[in-house]
């Protein structure tokens, strides 16, 4: 992402936001491939900071950790937080100038390329920065309960409890494991392992961090990764294998549990990347 900020001047920015003014004061907050033109009124002066997507991705986890299961909920969670791609932020002049010097020290220091010397400085200078202007960023309200955390996607559980596994939860996920392609429904697991669905749920959640069905999307994402590895199985016939049937499905999850599409693992695997 982007984060433009006016130093002198003025100029008519075009972009998701329509035609819009910016003078001195202002700062334009894009996110990644946000398209943004401007014509200046005169001449304009800015100073432009670029945001790695995957770093953002980062410091939303951290800031939101009581939430979020693992990255790639915090993907999703930005995504839906940070609806509008393109924003302009109006500080003033005054607020706006007292950034000026943490923003010229961060440009000195990023001149010659990333330096692990210069790391902490940076990203103290990143976040005093960030401090100021996140308030007048626009975000959009979002609500995730413990229940819809635990069962949102397919990443590996991130908190466990520390007590005893329960005997069905074990045998629950053993089943799961042996045939991670069959059409399993909460019903029918429950129905294996002599439990109610709401009781599996509980003591499945408590012993490994997510529901049953999410924990199977976990294991389908990783036998299909091993498939588009190790076989030449096209991703259809690679997401039939493990138990989806819906190309667009196993896609979709697939890339909540791996990061990149099938298509796209695929690639990297065979260009060694």
Not at 26 to 49: M, R, W, Y
Not at 107 to 132: C, H, I, N
Not at 167 to 188: K, N, P, Y
């Amino acid at each position: 992402m982007r984060l433009i900020f006016v130093r002198h001047g003025s100029a008519i920015l075009l972009s998701e936001f329509g035609e819009k003014p910016v003078a001195v004061g202002d700062i334009v907050a894009l996110a990644a491939n946000t398209v943004c033109g401007s014509e200046p009124e005169g001449s304009i002066t800015v100073t432009t900071l670029y945001l790695d997507r995957d770093y953002v991705i980062d410091q939303v986890f951290w800031q939101h950790a009581a939430l979020l299961t693992d990255r790639w909920d915090a993907q999703d969670f930005a995504d839906e937080l940070y609806s509008e791609p393109a924003q302009i932020l109006h500080l003033g002049e005054d607020r706006a100038g007292m950034l000026m010097p943490w923003l010229d020290e961060l440009v000195s220091l990023s001149l010659d390329g990333p330096s692990p010397e210069k790391f902490y400085r940076m990203q103290a200078l990143l976040f005093a920065v960030l401090d100021v202007i996140t308030p007048y960023v626009k975000t959009t309200p979002a609500r995730r309960s413990p229940t819809q955390r635990k069962a949102n996607g397919p990443g590996l559980p991130r908190y466990r409890y520390l007590a005893p596994l329960r005997a069905e939860a074990h045998q629950a996920a053993a089943l799961l494991r042996a045939d991670i392609a069959r059409r399993w429904t909460l019903e029918s697991l429950a129905s294996e392992v002599h439990l109610s669905r709401s009781r599996l749920s509980a003591v499945f959640v408590e012993a490994y961090g997510k529901t049953p069905l999410a924990y199977l999307n976990m294991l389908r994402a990783e036998a299909m990764a091993r498939l588009l590895r190790d076989s030449d199985a096209t991703i259809e016939a690679a997401s039939k294998q493990v138990g989806w049937d819906s190309r667009s499905h196993a896609a979709s999850v697939f890339r909540r549990s791996v990061g990149v599409t099938p298509s796209r693992y695929r690639s990297r695997v065979l260009n060694g990347v």
